[in-house]
């Protein structure tokens, strides 16, 4: 049976707005595991089986050592053993060195990133580590091969310059029609930004974008996928901001059609 590794990153250090995310990861779980919400799939794996999931917990956090290495470090350990990874973020700076210990087992990777923002600034505030800045720092550190962004709707003249120094394929919200396909042809990194989805469906973000994506949308994309979804990511849910914990039911939804989708195409 194939086991699908979960991981939490409690960190926002890098947020540039509101701090909260970090303490999303215990929150997701409890919806994960709640008995008020299916344990199945809409791809037709039941979650609940046991062995289904392997929590390796949260990474604790300290002062004496850099957070990007504790991080590249926890993330290779969870991967290991060969299972498919969920990351529970976090802030969006976290995917930089999550993808450090991704790309050391993957030689073809492609990231399907989806956000309302393309999170590829030079850097932000004076920080490189922003959370504003991971896809750059990614991107020059060639940690992936194709990066796909999908979803934004805040791009400016220096986004632009980036996506063409970085060969970046981007899809703007508006061109999200209901026949998107993506053509991914080597095993797949999902980067799942709370924040892409409409503020109406998800307001526990940092960041609330209007004229976003719907869950709907989101899970019909993840469902098209038919190379190994070796690794994803899910971020900037931000518990502070959230309403009734709604942000919290659409972040386990999403995780839970990832790890569906994980399990089918790892075989
Ligand atoms: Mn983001
Ligand atoms: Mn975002």
Same mark, same amino acid.
């Given at each position: 049976?194939? +086991?699908?590794? %979960?991981?939490?990153? *409690?960190?926002?250090?890098?947020?540039?707005?509101?701090?909260?995310?970090?303490?999303?990861?215990? %929150?997701?779980?409890?919806?994960?595991? =709640?008995?008020?919400? +299916?344990?199945?799939?809409?791809?037709?794996?039941?979650?609940?089986?046991?062995?289904?999931?392997?929590?390796?917990?949260?990474?604790?956090?300290?002062?004496?050592?850099?957070?990007?290495?504790?991080?590249?470090?926890? &993330?290779?350990?969870?991967?290991?053993?060969?299972?498919? %990874?969920?990351?529970?973020?976090?802030?969006?700076?976290?995917?930089?060195?999550?993808?450090?210990?991704?790309?050391?087992?993957?030689?073809?990777?492609?990231?399907l990133?989806?956000?309302?923002?393309?999170?590829?600034?030079?850097?932000?505030?004076?920080?490189?580590?922003?959370?504003?800045? *991971?896809?750059?720092?990614?991107?020059?550190?060639?940690?992936?091969?194709? %990066?796909?962004? &999908?979803?934004?709707? +805040?791009?400016?003249?220096?986004?632009?310059?980036?996506?063409?120094?970085?060969?970046?394929?981007?899809?703007?919200?508006?061109?999200?029609?209901?026949?998107?396909?993506?053509?991914?042809?080597? *095993?797949v990194y999902i980067s799942m930004?709370?924040?892409?989805?409409?503020?109406?469906?998800?307001?526990?973000?940092?960041?609330?974008?209007?004229?976003?994506? =719907? *869950?709907?949308?989101?899970?019909?994309?993840?469902?098209?996928?038919?190379?190994?979804i070796?690794?994803a990511?899910?971020?900037?849910?931000?518990?502070?901001?959230?309403? =009734?914990?709604?942000?919290?039911? &659409?972040?386990?939804?999403?995780?839970?059609?990832i790890?569906?989708?994980?399990?089918?195409?790892?075989?």
């Amino acid at each position: 049976m194939r +086991t699908v590794s %979960l991981l939490g990153i *409690p960190n926002d250090d890098n947020s540039s707005l509101l701090k909260g995310p970090a303490e999303a990861p215990a %929150l997701i779980r409890r919806e994960l595991h =709640s008995d008020g919400h +299916t344990s199945w799939s809409e791809s037709g794996v039941d979650l609940s089986v046991a062995g289904r999931f392997e929590d390796h917990g949260d990474i604790q956090f300290d002062s004496a050592s850099d957070p990007w290495d504790l991080i590249e470090q926890h &993330v290779a350990r969870a991967l290991e053993a060969g299972n498919p %990874l969920i990351c529970l973020g976090g802030d969006h700076a976290i995917t930089h060195p999550i993808m450090r210990a991704v790309r050391r087992r993957h030689a073809k990777l492609c990231i399907l990133h989806i956000d309302a923002h393309p999170d590829i600034y030079h850097a932000y505030q004076g920080n490189p580590r922003s959370h504003t800045s *991971p896809f750059a720092r990614i991107m020059e550190e060639r940690l992936a091969d194709r %990066l796909i962004q &999908v979803g934004l709707r +805040t791009v400016n003249d220096h986004h632009r310059d980036q996506f063409k120094r970085f060969g970046v394929e981007v899809i703007e919200a508006g061109r999200c029609g209901e026949n998107l396909r993506f053509d991914i042809t080597t *095993p797949v990194y999902i980067s799942m930004d709370i924040d892409a989805l409409d503020p109406a469906f998800a307001p526990g973000v940092s960041h609330r974008e209007p004229g976003g994506l =719907s *869950p709907r949308q989101v899970i019909d994309w993840i469902h098209t996928i038919d190379q190994p979804i070796v690794a994803a990511d899910i971020v900037e849910y931000n518990p502070r901001c959230d309403i =009734s914990n709604l942000t919290a039911g &659409v972040a386990a939804k999403l995780l839970k059609e990832i790890a569906g989708m994980m399990v089918k195409t790892n075989g």
